[in-house]
């Protein structure tokens, strides 16, 4: 199976910052890995797919790139809305691993 | 457009099965494949397989292997995730997902861009 790692597990950042995560596959992946954003008590939410192409109706403050085993997530300008964890996703392979997770979170 | 409609939470015994449904809305069924997703309590996501309707095989996590059957009823619209032998461990929300293949130049990307509300389901004795 492929692993996902994600770093960092936790961040602390304010409005208005830039915010970069990063995503880590096992073994090359191409460009098949997307991104969700999950918030407390809901389903998680597409934001990203093919490692850079933004999902209809996402916001273009995200931005998602990389290649192989290397990605990484940006929020140019973070909002209020966008405190919560975030997932990487690879669907490479079966069976399509999910990274452990970004929780971001109010400074 | 389409929705997943998921049924309500679920109380189990260990040693006992559980059948969740996902029930399909507003849109084309058995175009798209299904997958379902667990998040145990204050933990990330787990994938444990999918399905295409339209070719009824499904792919399951070899962790789930044994233990989980996934189907769907075109005439409904519904797809179901059927777990047994369940154990304490396997309390956590279930979700289905709408696998979506979008095309970039000549390679398919999936991705799951709709999923339904998620079912709770406890194991407990």
Known sequence: ?107 | QVQLVQSGAEVKKPGSSVKVSCKASGGTFSSYAISWVRQAPGQGLEWMGGIIPIFGTANYAQKFQGRVTITTDESTSTAYMELSSLRSEDTAVYYCARVITMVRGVKGFDAFDIWGQGTMVTVSS
Do not use: H, M
């Open chain 1, 1 to 107: 199976d492929i692993q996902l790692t994600q770093s960092p597990s936790f961040l602390s950042a304010s409005v208005g910052d830039r915010v970069t995560i990063t995503c880590r596959a096992s073994q090359g992946i191409s460009s098949y890995l997307a991104w969700y954003q999950q918030k407390p008590g809901k389903a998680p939410k597409l934001l990203i797919y093919a490692a850079s192409t933004l999902q209809s109706g996402v916001p273009s403050r995200f931005s998602g790139s990389g290649s192989g085993t290397e990605f990484t997530l940006t929020i140019s300008s973070l909002q209020p809305e966008d405190f919560a964890t975030y997932y990487c996703q690879q669907l490479n392979s079966y069976p399509f691993t999910f990274g452990p997770g970004t929780k971001v979170d109010i400074k």
